[in-house]
C-alpha cells in the first residue's frame, strides 16, 4: 500500500481557508491558485483523499473544542420547528387568554421565545406579547438538511440545449 503524500504548504491553505469558509474557488484563491484556474483546482483539491482528511479532521477538532454537535443543532431546529403557541399561553374561565408564568415553561419552551414585550393599556392594565423564534426557517433548515428539497429542472432525459435555454430564459427557443 503506497504512503500517503503529505501535504503541500497550497493544499494546507486550502484546507485553512476552506474550514473558515467552505467555498472551494474563494478557498483556493486565499491558497494562491490563479483566478483563471481557481474554481477548477478548488474542485480537484476537493476530491484529493488527503485533503478530506485534514478538512475532516479539522472539523472533528472543532467539534470537540465547542462542544456543538450536529445532533446539538438539529435538536435545537426542531425544538424551534415544533414549538407551537398553545404551550405558551392558557384560556382562562372567562375565556381570556394569558401568557402562562415564565417559571413553569421547560427549558426547551423558553428557547423557543425571542422575544417578550409588556406594555400598557388604556385602562392602565399591563399586557404581554410573546414572539417565537421563525418556525418556518427552522423547519426549511431541517427540511433541507434531510433533503427534501430540490432545485433540479427536470429535463425529462431528452432535452436539447435549446429547449433547455429556453426553460431558463436564456435563449431564444428556436
Same mark, same amino acid.
Given at each position: ?9 497550497? $493544499? ?14 474563494? /478557498? ?12 477548477? $483546482? ?27 454537535? /450536529? ?13 407551537? *403557541?398553545?404551550?405558551?399561553?392558557? $384560556? ?12 413553569? *415553561?421547560?427549558?426547551? $419552551? ?7 414585550? &409588556?406594555?400598557?393599556? &388604556? /385602562? ?28 433540479? *429542472? ?6 436539447? *440545449?435549446? &429547449? ?11
Amino acid at each position: 500500500m503506497a504512503k500517503a503524500k503529505p501535504l503541500s504548504d497550497k $493544499q494546507k491553505k486550502f484546507c485553512c481557508a476552506y474550514f473558515k469558509n467552505p467555498n472551494a474557488t474563494k /478557498a483556493a484563491l486565499k491558497a494562491g491558485y490563479s483566478t483563471r484556474t481557481a474554481y477548477s $483546482q478548488g474542485q480537484r483539491l476537493l476530491k484529493n483523499a488527503e485533503i478530506k482528511k485534514d478538512i475532516a479532521k479539522r472539523l472533528k477538532s472543532q467539534e470537540k473544542r465547542t462542544e456543538i454537535t /450536529a445532533d446539538i443543532i438539529l435538536t435545537e431546529l426542531g425544538r424551534l420547528a415544533f414549538s407551537q *403557541l398553545p404551550d405558551f399561553i392558557r $384560556q382562562n374561565r372567562d375565556k381570556s387568554i394569558t401568557l402562562k408564568q415564565l417559571q413553569s *415553561l421547560t427549558p426547551d $419552551q423558553k428557547a423557543c421565545i425571542a422575544e417578550i414585550s &409588556e406594555y400598557k393599556t &388604556e /385602562a392602565g392594565g399591563r399586557k404581554f406579547k410573546i414572539k417565537l423564534w421563525d418556525k418556518l426557517k427552522a423547519l426549511e433548515m431541517l427540511g433541507k438538511h434531510k433533503k427534501l428539497f430540490t432545485d433540479l *429542472l427536470d429535463l425529462g432525459g431528452r432535452a436539447d *440545449l435549446l &429547449e433547455v435555454l429556453s426553460r431558463l430564459g436564456g435563449g431564444n427557443g428556436r
